[in-house]
């Protein structure tokens, strides 16, 4: 039996105005080539400035996961060389990072909750692009100098679960700061996945592959069986010492595979040493103020969904995991949603639809003012559930955001008021007296059939809680 062993870093994309060392913005351009600067082109002789509203997000992030955020860090220069950095190396923080020893909450599938370590979060200068096409290729700055935050996990994972959880939340937490889009697809959020196995038991780690650079959920899932079932069999075959070495995979998307790319380097192959161009970087109390401003994080919001809403925690779990999603369920509620039809109508009903046309939350046709307000229709009886159903589905089809309007065009105004209703269940019970009688004397099942008759004289605009009332009334 083996244990499987899983260590993460992400490099997530800051969304700070300009890039870090210069005053280029770091928004998208319509030509290669245009947001650049001496700085970030390496032209001799300019000189990199840090970028304070960089360092007050990173210090954001270490403040949210409970870590050291040190006073004084410094940025270390890696030397390497390849045709999208052209200062032939990237300044990063190898030796003292901003942030230091903090610490995640990852929820698994069974309910529990489990600590994950995060070493440490450093900033970074991302590189810019090379663009492959046929028989030449071209380099892209626009991305050169970009800031990175890259966080750095413990070896503390023991399953893919594991790794994909931990993912999710530090996705969320960016999020949630607001220190980055996190859009994997668009590569603002990618990850090293760091594996290797050991025999269940034993305390000294196995040899770590490292697979680059991936940037999708699923295919860390994948890498990892793929990686943890490879390591396995070589152990299991004799041949671990020989096929499972300290080195830089790919994962192949195509194949399902990872792939050797390098041998890993050491951290004396990149001559690391501190940048001479660059001071420390001390914080003041004006930034360690600015970088506390931190908003309800998914763990609070969990804990007051459940302890006042009086939602359940799994469904508290699925609505935090978003901070789109989680806005627009506390938006539902302020409008007059009752927090558990918000869950449902929220996650199921609007989800749903929204899901089948391939729209996310945040371009919802149908915004939470609106649909809390529809939802408080349901709760005071102007609506059923069945109508409301009706109600948004006519605005996933129409313009009109006008509920009152859509609920007279369709005629799904409920009818509640007493005089209607028992004007139309004593006309049905006189009609069906031989049935009265029957029931009178035992028959209970009969009164299921006077609730249709009602519902069907209404066209069913009769609200059902009110003819149950009404007609066990009439009877006893
Ligand atoms: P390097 O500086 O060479 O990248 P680090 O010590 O910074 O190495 O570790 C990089 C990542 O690898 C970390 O996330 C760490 O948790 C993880 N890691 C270290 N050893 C192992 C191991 N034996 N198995 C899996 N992950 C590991
Ligand atoms: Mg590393
Ligand atoms: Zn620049």
């Known amino acids: 039996m083996f244990e499987t062993v899983i260590g993460l870093e992400v490099h997530v994309q800051l969304n700070t105005k300009t890039k870090l060392f210069c005053s280029c913005p770091t928004s998208f351009a319509e030509h290669q080539n245009i ?42 220069r890696k030397s390497y060389f390849y045709p999208d950095s052209p200062m032939a190396y ?6 003292k990072a901003i942030v230091q020893n903090g610490e995640l909450l990852i929820d698994l599938l069974d309910g529990s909750q489990k600590r994950v370590s995060i070493t440490q979060a450093h900033l970074e200068a ?34 893919a679960e594991e790794a994909v959880a931990y993912l999710k939340k530090l996705h969320a937490i960016v999020r949630y700061l607001d220190i980055s889009d996190a859009n994997m697809q668009e590569g603002s959020f990618r990850c090293d996945v760091n594996v290797s196995i050991r025999p269940k038991g034993q305390e000294a780690f196995g040899t770590r592959v490292e697979v680059k650079n991936i940037n999708s959920f699923r295919f860390v899932s994948q890498a990892i069986a793929y990686e943890v079932e490879r390591q396995r069999e070589a152990y299991e075959d004799g041949r671990y010492t020989e096929e ?22 050491e951290a004396a192959d990149y001559r690391y040493f501190p940048d001479p ?10 930034m360690v103020e600015e970088a506390k401003h931190i908003p309800e994080m998914p763990d609070e919001k969990v804990k007051r969904y459940v302890e006042v809403l009086g939602i359940k925690r799994d469904d508290a779990l699925v609505i935090t995991s978003d901070k789109e999603l989680a806005f627009y369920f506390e938006a539902m509620i302020e409008h007059g949603a009752e927090p558990k039809m918000a869950v449902t109508w929220l996650t199921t009903e609007l989800l749903g639809r929204l899901n089948k046309m391939g729209c996310s939350i945040e371009n ?35 313009e009109s955001r006008d509920i009152d309007q859509i609920i007279e065009r369709l005629g799904l105004k409920q009818v509640s008021d007493d005089g209607m209703l028992l004007a139309i269940i004593d006309e049905i019970l006189a009609a069906n007296q031989d049935k009265v009688a029957e029931y009178k004397s035992g028959k209970d099942k009969l009164f299921g059939f006077f609730v249709g008759q009602t519902m069907k004289a209404s066209k069913g605009s009769a609200n059902p809680n009110k003819v149950n009332d009404l007609i066990k009334e009439r009877l006893s």
């Open 90 to 95: 990237q300044i990063t923080q190898l030796h």
């Open 126 to 159: 991302d590189a810019g692009k090379n663009m492959h096409e046929g028989s030449h290729s071209k380099v892209d700055l626009n991305r050169a100098g970009t800031p990175l935050l890259e966080i750095v996990s413990g070896p503390d994972m023991r399953s």
């Open 244 to 265: 499972v070495c300290q080195e830089t995979r790919l994962w192949s998307v195509a194949d399902g595979v990872t792939r050797s790319m390098r041998g890993k380097e």
């Open 364 to 398: 919802s046709l149908v915004d939470a003012k609106t649909l809390g307000t529809l939802v408080s229709k349901i709760s005071d009886d102007t609506l059923s559930g069945k109508g409301a159903k009706e109600v948004l589905d006519y605005m996933m089809e129409n």
């Open 35 to 76: 947001n650049t600067c001496p700085t970030c082109l390496a032209l001799p002789g300019a000189l990199p400035v840090v970028n304070k509203e960089a360092a007050i997000k990173a210090m954001r992030f270490g403040y949210a996961v409970n870590a050291t955020v040190n006073h004084s860090s410094y940025f270390d």
């Open 277 to 286: 161009d660059l001071r420390v970087l001390t914080v003041s109390d004006a």
